[in-house]
């Protein structure tokens, strides 16, 4: 059989992780895309740098730093130990909030620019309507911000699907429940199971393929009807 069952159980894991963290991101990443395209503060630039961090940091840095930070040491980890929680380093909860750290900005810069590019126009006739904040932003912004919030979507699906260093340092190897199909094309190519490894790496492939086929061509679409 090309597929064991520890890979059948990283597929499910791995889907579930990239499903909950999708959601997460979209709830988290919204306000914060919405304040970064309407402010002028000149907190912008900061904020905007500090949410863009995973871009440029290698994931093992960013890794080591949520895992001090959630700790039973670190401010999260005495916070989540207070509260009955225990610790979240190598549990399925800690793989989600590392993750929505990590994937941040593929959901942040796409709704950012979607809701950038709307413009101050809609808004203002929303006004004159009398729509409140939240009818406007849900009646107007959202539609038309849609292709923004699919490209988010997906691109934040596909990197948690991709994560491997962060979910390493912060998940550890345990089977079932923090081995994700990454963590376990490593073990699969440190046992030497190169066929068993070739499955798993050809449909990441396959997998990445895809996403970026949609995503390219939802674009050229968009384009042909404008």
């Known amino acids: 059989m090309p597929l064991s069952e520890h890979d059948l159980a990283?597929?499910?894991?791995t889907l579930e992780l990239a499903s909950l963290t999708t959601v997460l991101l979209l709830v988290v990443g919204t306000p914060i895309a919405w304040w970064l395209a309407r402010t002028r503060s000149r907190l912008k630039g900061a904020i905007g740098a500090v949410v863009a961090l995973p871009l440029v940091l290698p994931p093992?840095?960013?890794?080591?730093y949520l895992l001090?930070?959630?700790?039973?040491?670190g401010p999260i980890g005495q916070l989540t130990q207070f509260?009955?929680?225990g610790t979240l380093p190598f549990t399925f909860a800690g793989l989600v909030v590392a993750s929505v750290f990590y994937s941040l900005p593929f959901v942040v810069q796409p709704l950012q620019n979607a809701f950038e590019a709307i413009g101050e126009r809609?808004?203002?006739v929303a006004s004159t309507l009398r729509a409140g904040p939240w009818d406007t932003f849900f009646t107007v912004v959202v539609p038309l911000a849609?292709?923004?919030?699919?490209?988010?979507?997906?691109?934040?699906?596909?990197h948690t699907v991709g994560e491997?260093?962060?979910v390493l340092m912060i998940g550890g190897n345990i089977p079932e429940k923090t081995r994700t199909v990454a963590v376990q094309i490593f073990d699969h190519v440190e046992a030497m199971e190169y066929v068993q490894a070739h499955w798993l790496a050809g449909g990441m492939v396959l997998f990445s393929f895809l996403v970026l086929f949609a995503l390219y061509s939802s674009r050229r679409f968009k384009a042909g009807l404008s």
């Open 83 to 85: 509260l009955g929680l």
């Open 60 to 64: 093992t840095v960013l890794g080591f």
């Open 146 to 158: 849609r292709p923004g919030f699919i490209t988010a979507a997906i691109l934040g699906f596909a």
């Open 10 to 13: 990283a597929i499910r894991l």
């Open 68 to 73: 001090v930070t959630m700790g039973p040491h």
């Open 122 to 124: 809609p808004l203002e």
């Open 164 to 166: 491997f260093g962060v």
